[in-house]
């Protein structure tokens, strides 16, 4: 079946660098994604969506980007601090019943 | 403050027993879900329920049984035929009409 995917597993940044966290999805029909933060213990946190007639959303020191030539996601976090250490999961929604579908998760640690 | 309660944060199971975890919501949302969580996994969907009285089967719901008489409660019992338990259990919701679920702050459950 389809799924969602994320290129790394880990990802290791200098505080204060911008991080930039990919991830894959394969279902051409869904047409809402967002991104998530979980921290270590506790639920997801939303952090940015974008619909699929975007290329391109910002918010507060994120940024997400759409690429669906290649199905490609990327969510990108500027000025990165310790606190945005943690897994974040990128999500589509199929638009069958709400259904989302969830990637593995990406490590962010923020080194000082 | 509205939001996704779940209870307990943690709990521990014996072998061949049944074990039943709650999730309570005031945020007025129609859809509730079950996920559960494995290390280095994405989120797999248990059990969703879109109104009350009527629920649907996810992608793994075998060994597990849900019940949603109120809007507000999505419990989700692990029953002894769930053969490895052992994971992180969550909570989500979403109203009618909207695109990202809310999530609780999740149940890890232990056999022991």
């Known amino acids: 079946g389809e799924s969602v995917g994320l290129h790394l597993p880990t990802l290791s940044v200098q505080e204060g660098d911008n991080s930039i966290i990919n991830c894959a999805y394969s279902?051409?029909?869904?047409?809402?994604f967002i991104w998530y933060k979980q921290e270590s213990g506790k639920g997801p946190q939303f952090i940015i969506d974008i619909r699929s007639n975007m290329d391109k959303r910002q918010g507060q020191r994120v940024t997400v980007l759409l690429n669906k030539t290649v199905k490609h996601l990327s969510l990108q976090i500027a000025a990165t601090q310790p606190g945005d250490s943690a897994v974040y999961f990128c999500a589509e929604n199929q638009g069958n019943n709400n259904d989302m579908r969830f990637g593995a998760g990406t490590r962010l640690t923020v080194k000082p | 403050d509205g939001g996704i309660t779940q209870s307990p944060k943690y709990l521990f199971r014996k072998e061949g027993q049944n074990v039943t975890l709650s999730c309570e919501q005031n945020?007025?949302?129609?859809?509730m879900y079950w996920y559960r969580q494995d290390p280095g996994q994405g989120l797999r969907l248990i059990y969703y329920?879109?109104?009350?009285?009527?629920?649907q089967k996810g992608d793994i719901a075998e060994g597990y049984s849900v019940s949603r008489e109120k809007k507000e409660s999505f419990p989700l019992t692990v029953t002894s035929a769930q053969k490895n338990p052992t994971a992180f259990y969550l909570c989500?919701?979403?109203?009618?009409?909207?695109?990202?679920?809310?999530f609780g702050s999740g149940t890890r459950l232990t056999v022991v």
């Open positions: 989500a919701s979403i109203s009618q009409g909207s695109y990202g679920y809310t």
């Open positions: 945020l007025n949302h129609d859809a």
């Open positions: 329920s879109q109104i009350v009285n009527d629920f």
């Open positions: 279902n051409s029909a869904s047409d809402y």
